[in-house]
């Protein structure tokens, strides 16, 4: 707590240890490690694009800045895409002046995941938030059972990063972001107006992003995973005058799996859209371009979280593209959202192919128990078969 208190002082004053600076009719950003306190990244190569214009290139110097100029139109319309290798690719939404950008490096974990938190200068501090049973990381217990926090951040533009190095199987996980600045504030509106984004990475890919939403309030609730694996956007605010230590049971219910998360709604345009979208997504498989596919998927759920499709195709993209762990995550949304006559088809095939990963990475008791899955789902000898070769090799 003091320490946090200093920070915050230095904030006050001006003092901002990892803030990019924009200066008058120029954009620059900065570029940094997600989980390495401070540390600047230089030779990241740093991109603004709009649809229909040109799009802006720099690349990041030995400070982790990148100059992008005065050549772009600074805002929602425009996207900025952060590469550097032995990184995940970075693709967040713009305005993008001032901001600071954290990098990701590549997970290996089947079954882990990053969640980075960026926001602009105000407020001061703003904290990540994860919680599963018997286990609350935050910045005063920074560790946890196979996770931690990274990265606190107290001086504005983040991140904050947490790593799950890997998620307990038949746990749930809720994660939220407190205005700790403002925390004794409900009705605040500070958070809404941070330009506060949450990007999450398994493996080597961002594989969802979630954007501050416009309401007042000092407690963003943005996201659950349940015990079965799958991501349910929560994405809601609210105010509260509870500390820091005491954000858990502002957030435990989403631990229940009684509690509901309703799906988000969307409009017969977007539909329209990720449908559009899903479409070329596999026209570009067929024709094996495998990384225009899963972009085209990625925009696809992007606009449609409900798109059991889209979710299912990205999967055959990724394990095609040999990127495990992001085919075991889209093959869990792609279960949990699927519906019709075709339900326990689709069910049945997903639980196959996240078997087929556990079972060439030798988790063997993990690949036995989706082969039961599958077959708990249909009869088919392929499983039973998998189920006898695997069930020999599970202590």
């Known amino acids: ?142 560790l946890g059972a196979e996770g931690n926090l990274d990265v606190d951040d107290v001086n504005g533009f983040g991140p904050e990063t947490i790593t799950i190095n890997r998620k307990h199987a038949g746990e749930s996980y809720v994660y939220a972001v407190h205005d700790f600045t403002n925390m004794h504030s409900p009705a605040a509106d500070a958070l809404a107006r941070s330009q506060a984004k949450v990007l999450v990475y398994i493996g080597q890919s961002l594989v969802r992003s979630y954007y501050v939403p416009n309401q007042p309030g000092n407690l963003w609730t943005v996201f659950r995973i349940t015990a079965d694996g799958e991501f349910q ?19 435990d219910n989403y631990l229940k799996a009684s509690t509901e998360v309703a799906a988000v709604q969307v409009s017969e345009s977007d539909v329209a859209r990720a449908s559009a979208l899903n479409k070329a997504g596999e026209a570009a498989y067929h024709a094996g371009d495998l990384a225009q596919a899963i972009d085209l998927y990625r925009q696809a759920i992007d606009i449609d979280s409900n798109f059991g499709q889209a979710y299912g195709n990205l999967g055959l993209a990724h394990g095609k593209a040999g990127h495990t762990a992001e085919a075991i995550w889209a093959n869990r949304k792609a279960i949990a959202l699927a519906s019709g006559p075709t339900a326990a088809t689709v069910r049945a095939g997903a639980h196959y192919n996240i078997a087929r990963i556990y079972e060439a990475a030798g988790q063997y008791a993990d690949a036995l128990q989706q082969y039961q899955a599958a077959r708990r789902e249909k009869a088919n000898p392929v499983y039973d078969k998998a189920i006898d070769r695997v069930g020999r090799l599970v202590k």
């Open 1 to 142: 707590m003091k320490e946090k208190g200093i920070l915050r002082g230095l904030a006050a004053l001006g003092l901002s240890l990892g803030a990019a600076t924009a200066f008058a009719g120029e954009v620059n950003v900065q570029v940094l490690s997600a989980v390495v306190k401070d540390q600047r990244l230089p030779g990241a190569t740093v991109i603004v694009q709009k649809n229909g214009a040109r799009s802006v290139t720099a690349t990041t110097d030995a400070q982790g800045m990148a100059a992008l100029g005065t050549e772009f139109a600074d805002n929602a319309d425009s996207l900025v895409i952060i590469k550097k290798p032995g990184y995940s690719n970075l693709v967040a939404k713009c305005p993008c002046a001032g901001m600071t950008y954290a990098l990701s490096p590549v997970m290996t974990s089947l079954d882990g995941l990053r969640i980075v938190l960026n926001w602009g200068a105000q407020p001061a501090d703003l904290d990540s938030h994860i919680a599963f049973p018997g286990n609350h990381i935050y910045w005063e217990k920074k």
């Open 233 to 251: 956007d929560i994405n809601t605010m609210r105010g509260t005058s509870v500390s820091a230590a005491s954000v858990l049971g502002s957030v």
